[in-house]
């Protein structure tokens, strides 16, 4: 919990928007189990609520929309043997599938970080307007987790096979690259936002009002890559992914699949898989595969070792057991997929 004397997150109504504020800057507005109960709470308040037109969600300060969870929460949960970890993540999974599902308007405006988590908050609304500053990623597999938070569903679901190239390595994605990748909808320059929130709050329509304020993005890295990605990325396991990295001369391939041997091995099949899997299923039944496999994560060794590694101890050398794609089954992935016993409520 925050040791602030401020709320974790704000709710208030501006004219005919639900205003939501993230309020953690110092911790890039890392979400907690209280956030993301109050949140589902409140969403179902403004659901019935005839004076409340859309919401609308923010990230205090200017370094982050939201960074994801608190994952050293997550870690220290494991640890204990608490339950934190696993409630945390229900009630997280529940928030998303709540916002998927939300009947108004939904509006999520990203300023800096957007990563994991908070693509969760975001992702899954009508509207995700993208300032300059914003910065998109699901950089799960380096921590020994997976793009969770509905990852399956929206990455699955990029063009091409971006989404599984996103999920694989985590690249971290400008305005630009994140709306030719669907991520985002919109880029306003963030200085426009108040007039924005001043039309909301008056009850402009949105669509009609991010048609007219919307930026036309230009340049997009990812769309001059796109056709080798879809080459690479559109083979059938993760070791033809870095085998085709590792026949290709350009700097980018091999820059490419440094990262991903650089990644949980366990991590980038348990991705590929659900990723592959996601096309083909539901909104809600891809939140209860990915609580199966948060759950057996849990339970396992490399998300304890990723976070000590990258923001623990810092020292950037996880050891990850497996440590070899060539030392992990395909029914050791399967389990991760099996069903629970507490499966996810939706």
Known sequence: MSTDTQPEILFETQGAVGLITLNRPKALNAL???????MRAQLKAWETDPAVGCVVIRGAGDRAFCAGADIRALRQSG???TSYALDFLREEYLLNAAIKHFPKPYIALIRGICMGGGMGLSVHSDYRIASSSAVFAMPETAIGFFPDVGGSYF???CPGQLGLYLGLTGDRLNARDAIYARLATHWIPSEEW???MEALASGDDPNNLFSEMGRRPQNSTLSERRTKIDRIFGTTSVEDVLTLLDRDEKEWSHETAALMRSRSPTSLKIAYGQIRNGSQLSFDDCMKMEFRIAHRILKGHDFYEGVRA???DKDNAPKWQPA???DITDADIQAYF???PDELPL
């Not at 907690?32 to 109050?38: D, I, K, N, P, S």
């Open 32 to 38: 907690t189990l209280g956030m993301v109960t109050a």
């Open 324 to 326: 070899s794609l060539a």
């Open 310 to 312: 990258v923001i623990v």
């Open 338 to 340: 099996d069903p629970v």
């Open 79 to 81: 640890l204990d043997g």
């Open 194 to 196: 108040p007039v924005l």
């Open 155 to 157: 990455l699955s679901r």
